[in-house]
């Protein structure tokens, strides 16, 4: 079984910042790519940005120069680092993981946290 666990969500007053981490957990042999989605009500879930192993990135147009996201493969951890955010930042952010649990298949499963919510507002 694997687990991902977010953590971090909360209020915030626009231009503020919050940090959002997401640590994997169980039968964990590596893990290929990792990202931040985000819903907001009524809308799609969208990407917010994405991290391979060995460090690149993508990153959704509305947050570039705002959002940072980096990880930790020692502690199976990713991290979101969002600054000078704004009301259309609201949302509930979602971690996504590509897993692969066995060192003798190479098979990477897709796990998604179970949601941590922003919201930003004065």
């Known amino acids: 079984q694997v687990q991902l666990v977010e953590s971090g969500g909360g209020l915030v007053q626009p231009g503020g910042s919050l940090r959002l981490s997401c640590a994997a957990s169980?039968?964990?042999?590596?893990?290929?790519?990792m990202g931040w989605y985000r819903q907001a009500p009524e809308k799609q879930r969208e990407l917010v940005a994405s991290?391979?192993?060995?460090?690149?990135?993508n990153y959704a147009d509305s947050v570039k120069g705002r959002f940072t996201i980096s990880r930790d493969n020692a502690k199976n951890t990713v991290y979101l680092q969002m600054d000078s955010l704004k009301p259309e930042d609201t949302a509930e952010y979602y971690c996504?993981?590509?897993?692969?649990?066995?060192?003798?298949?190479?098979?990477?499963?897709?796990?998604w946290g179970q949601g941590t919510q922003v919201t930003v507002a004065s």
């Open positions: 996504n993981a590509d897993i692969r649990a066995s060192r003798f298949r190479v098979v990477f499963n897709n796990y």
């Open positions: 169980g039968s964990i042999f590596s893990i290929n790519s």
């Open positions: 991290i391979t192993s060995l460090g690149s990135t």
